[in-house]
């Protein structure tokens, strides 16, 4: 705030005025909060007020004396004002006349007199008149103040940056090894390559915490992330969108490298859950979502999606999410879609932009080791589902019938998955041959550099090792 502004604030507010729940020294407060000499009416209005008040007061004192009540109190409350509270024991007989609406509460009597219910109506009157200069004085000072406005929205907004670059972007970054956060560039329509990539805040927790990568390009700009529950596809995704987020509002990442393209907006689509406000089921939900982000992405959008149709049959999920794939293919937009379903690693022996990726899990003792660690291709986890409800603690004897009956069904898919895995790495091959002499044909090196690589392209290509 301009420190031309303090000592205006500090002329009008009494600053030893405070809040109140007790409802009379909240009164009291309020019709003190603007210091005196400010508004001529307010100083009579509050001298007025504090006649009345003193004058109950007295008023209290004499019945004591008079009538022998030594124990008679003086309680206030909003509705009724001041009022006498009497013990019980301390009336002999019948209370004077002069008493009138007597309520027995428990062991007291309240009452009031004609002279305390007319102080009572003055002092109201004067706390009424009060408040209303009061505000008359706070609104010329807001006025006062109003003007500048601006100026304050602007000192906030800069004092919130400074506050994020500082406290939040510059501690974090200070605070790691100097190999740990990277300075990301940006492209127009350049790819999404990110080197060792780590999740911002699930990093500062674990000290183990796996990296992964990614590269996204408009030559493949569809990574399919694959893997059994719990190995890491999530986190993944996540991971990604933070990093880009970062990037975006200027702040150092956790990679190795970074080069970002510039998105207008990311959509993401994770999470299984209803809505009992809108009566959607969990598969409307999730349509409701997918449908949005298809209405409104454009080709420089980012779209991550999780487990897409899996709240429905499988064979309309899958069928769903293939064709939202092929959709999402059409627009040439970046996404990253991890899935539990394997038959979707047969897009990439459609289409050469699309990449499988999969979380590596080794199976020791019938158990499942996560590595967290993201391979190219696809990788079939045998009935995973199963082990990971056997370690929830399932019956023997279901996980027994269910291993049985699921061997029988997926005995021909894992004959399809193995057929499509040659396919996919024979394309890949080629593909990425293609990419690397589209390289070569723009590339500036000299003619006998573009010769030994061409050579070496050949001997990696006949060899397998593309």
């Given at each position: 705030?301009?420190?031309?502004?303090?000592?205006?604030?500090?002329?009008?507010?009494?600053?030893?005025?405070?809040?109140?729940?007790?409802?009379?020294?909240?009164?009291?407060?309020?019709?003190?909060?603007?210091?005196?000499?400010?508004?001529?009416?307010?100083?009579?209005?509050r001298?007025?007020?504090?006649?009345?008040?003193?004058a109950?007061?007295?008023?209290?004192?004499?019945?004591?004396?008079?009538?022998?009540?030594?124990?008679?109190?003086?309680?206030?409350?909003?509705?009724?004002?001041?009022?006498?509270?009497?013990?019980?024991?301390?009336?002999q007989?019948?209370?004077?006349?002069?008493?009138?609406?007597?309520?027995?509460?428990?062991?007291?009597v309240?009452?009031?007199?004609?002279?305390?219910?007319?102080?009572?109506?003055?002092?109201?009157?004067?706390?009424?008149e009060?408040?209303?200069?009061?505000?008359?004085?706070?609104?010329?000072?807001?006025?006062?103040?109003?003007?500048?406005?601006?100026?304050?929205?602007?000192l906030?907004?800069?004092?919130?940056?400074?506050?994020?670059?500082?406290?939040?972007?510059?501690?974090?970054?200070?605070?790691?090894?100097?190999?740990?956060?990277?300075?990301?560039?940006?492209?127009?329509?350049g790819?999404?390559?990110?080197?060792?990539?780590?999740?911002?805040?699930?990093?500062?927790?674990?000290?183990?915490?796996?990296?992964?990568?990614?590269?996204?390009?408009?030559?493949?700009?569809?990574?399919?992330?694959?893997?059994p529950?719990?190995?890491?596809?999530s986190?993944?995704?996540?991971?990604?969108?933070?990093?880009?987020?970062?990037?975006?509002?200027?702040?150092?990442?956790?990679?190795?490298?970074?080069?970002?393209?510039?998105?207008?907006?990311?959509?993401?689509?994770?999470?299984?859950?209803?809505?009992?406000?809108?009566?959607?089921?969990?598969?409307?939900?999730?349509?409701?979502?997918?449908?949005?982000?298809?209405?409104?992405?454009?080709?420089?959008?980012?779209?991550?999606?999780d487990?897409?149709?899996?709240?429905?049959?499988?064979?309309?999920?899958?069928?769903?999410?293939?064709?939202?794939?092929?959709y999402?293919?059409?627009?040439?937009?970046?996404?990253?879609?991890?899935?539990?379903?394997?038959?979707?690693?047969?897009?990439?022996?459609?289409?050469?932009?699309?990449?499988?990726?999969?979380?590596?899990?080794?199976?020791?003792?019938?158990?499942?080791?996560?590595?967290?660690?993201?391979?190219?291709?696809?990788?079939?986890?045998?009935?995973?589902?199963l082990?990971?409800?056997?370690?929830?603690?399932?019956?023997?004897?279901?996980?027994?019938t269910?291993?049985?009956?699921?061997?029988?069904?997926?005995?021909?898919?894992?004959?399809?998955?193995?057929?499509?895995?040659?396919?996919?790495?024979?394309?890949?091959?080629?593909?990425?041959?293609?990419?690397?002499?589209i390289?070569?044909?723009?590339?500036?090196?000299?003619?006998?550099?573009?010769?030994?690589?061409?050579?070496?392209?050949?001997?990696?290509?006949?060899?397998?090792?593309?």
């Amino acid at each position: 705030m301009p420190c031309h502004y303090c000592p205006r604030i500090g002329e009008v507010i009494d600053e030893d005025v405070l809040h109140a729940r007790v409802p009379f020294i909240a009164r009291t407060q309020q019709c003190f909060a603007v210091k005196a000499g400010i508004d001529g009416l307010l100083d009579i209005a509050r001298r007025s007020f504090c006649d009345t008040s003193e004058a109950i007061h007295n008023l209290a004192n004499k019945y004591r004396e008079e009538y022998k009540l030594p124990n008679l109190k003086l309680p206030f409350n909003n509705r009724r004002g001041f009022y006498f509270s009497i013990p019980r024991k301390d009336i002999q007989g019948k209370l004077p006349s002069k008493f009138i609406q007597v309520v027995k509460q428990g062991n007291n009597v309240h009452c009031s007199t004609l002279e305390l219910a007319s102080l009572n109506v003055r002092n109201k009157s004067a706390a009424g008149e009060c408040y209303v200069r009061t505000e008359v004085c706070l609104e010329a000072l807001v006025d006062a103040i109003r003007e500048d406005i601006p100026m304050f929205t602007l000192l906030a907004e800069v004092l919130c940056l400074l506050d994020m670059i500082v406290n939040s972007f510059a501690h974090t970054i200070s605070t790691k090894p100097v190999d740990r956060y990277t300075r990301p560039e940006f492209t127009d329509n350049g790819p999404l390559a990110i080197d060792a990539g780590r999740h911002p805040i699930l990093e500062s927790i674990h000290s183990d915490f796996v990296p992964n990568s990614i590269f996204i390009s408009e030559a493949s700009n569809m990574v399919i992330v694959m893997g059994p529950n719990m190995s890491g596809k999530s986190t993944y995704l996540q991971q990604v969108c933070l990093i880009i987020i970062l990037a975006q509002i200027g702040c150092y990442v956790p990679a190795h490298f970074a080069t970002i393209r510039v998105v207008d907006r990311i959509f993401t689509r994770m999470g299984t859950m209803d809505n009992l406000e809108s009566n959607s089921s969990t598969f409307m939900t999730e349509m409701k979502e997918t449908a949005f982000i298809m209405q409104n992405v454009s080709q420089r959008s980012l779209i991550v999606m999780d487990e897409l149709g899996r709240a429905t049959s499988s064979s309309d999920g899958l069928a769903i999410a293939w064709s939202c794939c092929e959709y999402l293919l059409s627009l040439n937009a970046y996404t990253i879609f991890a899935t539990h379903m394997e038959n979707l690693s047969k897009l990439a022996t459609i289409y050469p932009n699309v990449k499988i990726l999969s979380f590596y899990v080794d199976i020791r003792n019938s158990r499942l080791d996560f590595k967290f660690r993201l391979n190219d291709g696809p990788k079939h986890v045998a009935h995973y589902g199963l082990l990971l409800a056997e370690v929830a603690g399932l019956p023997s004897s279901v996980i027994e019938t269910a291993r049985s009956i699921t061997s029988r069904i997926t005995e021909k898919e894992v004959n399809e998955m193995e057929v499509n895995c040659l396919n996919h790495n024979q394309i890949m091959m080629a593909y990425r041959a293609a990419q690397r002499l589209i390289c070569l044909k723009y590339s500036n090196q000299k003619e006998e550099a573009i010769r030994q690589a061409l050579h070496l392209l050949k001997e990696n290509y006949i060899d397998g090792k593309l």
